[in-house]
């Protein structure tokens, strides 16, 4: 199991998962989401499935459509694809920790269009009004679940054959959720296509967001009029376009001065954030203390470094 206390995402927004291999699409994380860069995990989405069980803390789960509050011994599942963010919601100074097997769905299908795949994979994963499913111990088919859970992070990954298990015990959690949101399924469900134009807008800013990024020509990379981008981050994001960008600069900030011996000034023009006095200020505004003491709190300490 990896410990992690960072996120990094790719050029397309898609989450970066480390050991993450073809030839076994599966990992296993300990991620303990208070010492992350903002105490949060930032709007993302990836393919592979997400099964967890928070060991302690709470944890706010938003999607662009609902809000989901886990507490410990609770657990859940995110669909594939699909856009969301996660913060604690604990005190400060609180360990807010969470367990999760991450898994592409061909991990449990097998190849592309196996009756597995058929009927029991496709009608989870292609079902837009699913996104994300909460279990709580005091349900009894909830329980079973974050049982098999729980019990699939003690398989080591020094056992014999504990490739073949972690499937066996991934495809017994997938029949028992297959069952629970049976009648989800069945529902008429069509895909939001303003989740497809916030993806292209989040892709636009994370290629040019070293850039000056005006509104317009971020609305033109969803094919939107200045109001509907406005709209839509308001809507669907609760913030504004200008502070979703100045966000995403700050996280790649706080990236480069745990990770690099740039100076100052040189994070502040590549993050677009202009020259050292203006980084600064808004750095302090937004995260409580100054590059410099960002840079000496994750260098100190570099087994804590965000990646």
């Avoid at 459509?65 to 886990?70: G, H, I, M, Q, S």
């Avoid at 015990?169 to 134009?197: V, Y």
């Amino acid at each position: 199991m990896k410990n992690m206390k960072s996120i990094e995402l790719l050029p397309n927004k898609e989450e970066r998962l480390p050991g993450f291999s073809l030839d076994f699409p599966y990992i296993s994380t300990r991620a303990q989401i208070d010492e992350y860069d903002g105490r949060l995990v930032p709007w993302h989405w990836h393919r592979p499935i997400e099964l967890f069980y928070m060991e302690s803390g709470a944890l706010e789960y938003c999607t662009t459509k609902e809000r989901f509050l886990f507490s410990a011994g609770m657990g859940g599942f995110v669909n594939s694809n699909v856009l969301h963010m996660t913060k604690p919601m604990s005190a400060h100074g609180d360990k807010t920790i969470q367990l999760l097997h991450i898994f592409d769905p061909d991990f449990i299908s097998g190849h592309h269009g196996s009756r597995i795949e058929t009927k029991y994979v496709m009608p989870i994963i292609t079902a837009p009004q699913i996104e994300i499913a909460a279990f709580s111990p005091e349900q009894d088919r909830h329980a079973q679940i974050l049982r098999l859970i729980r019990n699939a992070f003690e398989i080591s990954d020094r056992e014999i054959g504990c490739e073949i298990k972690i499937r066996e015990a991934l495809s017994q959690i997938w029949l028992l959720l297959f069952d629970l949101l049976s009648e989800q399924i069945q529902k008429a469900g069509s895909q939001d296509k303003n989740d497809e134009r916030l993806k292209m807008m989040m892709i636009y800013i994370h290629e040019h967001y070293a850039e000056k990024i005006s509104i317009s020509d971020l609305a033109g990379a969803a094919y939107l009029s200045e109001r509907g981008c406005f709209r839509l981050f308001r809507n669907y994001l609760h913030t504004t376009p200008t502070d979703y960008i100045r966000s995403c600069r700050l996280q790649e900030a706080c990236r480069l001065l745990a990770n690099s011996q740039k100076s100052i000034a040189d994070i502040g023009y590549a993050c677009g954030l202009g020259d050292s006095s203006y980084f600064c200020r808004i750095f302090k505004d937004c995260m409580n203390c100054t590059p410099v003491q960002y840079r000496k709190k994750w260098q100190d300490n570099p087994i804590n470094c965000p990646k």
